[in-house]
């Protein structure tokens, strides 16, 4: 079985920047590279944020703090991967940006290497379709933020071979994660629940049942979440969320993933949510 010393990170953004912390924690060198270098580097901006909040909560020593970011070399680079055993594709929801990056990952990579992705909802099929080595092609789908959440959607190709599932697995455990397996549907399982909740709270505050505030505490008292639903979506991305409640309704044809109207005004104006400063709240 691949032992995994170097990985991969195609994408610098909230997810592969939170993944890069993860595995950099774990004693994993990280290459994290995206084709904006400025994005490379502010993708290593954010880890070094957080792991200085967790120095000053006591959390971890300065020297600890260290050796994890000197086992993190960003590039703009994808020759980067030549290096590594395991690739983890992070880019934005795109379809043909994350087919590129896939052709490219499978040029570049060694024979040996596995090449994931952690899509929301693009088919693992699909992207495996355009390698030599679809066998090695699996959906490895983290939560947000993935320092902090346990969770790992496993997802199986048609292709995808038992090896890649067992590396993939072994990978995920190292990095202090729990796991489910899905099937290679649309939405796997948790985006297949979390969409229609989450179109459900914008409808409501469409409606005007109530504001933000008081939606997202009636979820957070009233269910017993540790966020609510319009928070939750500003910290994915409210693009992000647009883009999977398109992709499900378009693959199943059910209105309850029928994207509000006021998702699409918010995406349109640029309201994106935490990382553009504002979306259903506003951000400093």
């Not at 948790?190 to 909740?197: A, E, G, Q, T, Y």
Request: proline share 4%.
């Amino acid at each position: 079985m691949v032992d995994v010393r170097v990985l991969g990170i195609v994408g610098a953004g909230q997810m592969g920047g939170g993944i890069a912390q993860v595995a950099a924690q774990v004693g994993i060198a990280v290459r994290l590279i995206d084709v904006d270098e400025r994005a490379a580097r502010n993708g290593l901006g954010a880890v070094e944020k957080q792991l200085a909040a967790r120095v000053s909560k006591g959390k971890l020593s300065a020297e600890e703090r260290d050796a994890m970011l000197a086992r993190i070399q960003i590039s703009s680079d994808l020759e980067l991967l030549a290096g590594a055993d395991f690739v983890i594709e992070a880019a934005t929801e795109d379809n043909e940006v994350k087919r590129r990056i896939f052709e490219a990952a499978d040029r570049i990579a060694p024979a040996h290497a596995v090449l994931a992705t952690n899509t929301s909802a693009i088919p693992i099929t699909k992207l495996a379709a355009h390698t030599r080595r679809p066998e090695q092609v699996i959906g490895m789908h983290f939560m947000n933020p993935a320092p902090v959440m346990r969770l790992v959607e496993i997802i199986r190709g048609l292709q995808t071979s038992d090896q890649t599932i067992e590396v993939t697995r072994a990978l995920a455990s190292r990095m202090g994660k729990d796991l489910i397996g899905a099937n290679d549907v649309p939405g796997f399982i948790v985006n297949r629940m979390l969409i229609p909740f989450l179109n459900e709270a914008c409808f409501a505050l469409q409606e005007g049942l109530g504001s933000p505030e008081d939606i997202d505490r009636g979820a957070k008292l009233g269910l017993n979440h540790p966020m609510g639903p319009l928070e939750l979506a500003d910290l994915i991305g409210l693009d992000t969320v647009l883009y999977m409640a398109e992709v499900l309704h378009r693959e199943f044809g059910d209105d309850k993933y029928r994207p509000p109207t006021i998702l699409r005004n918010h995406v349109s104006a640029g309201w994106l949510g935490r990382k553009s400063g504002r979306g259903f709240y506003k951000y400093e």
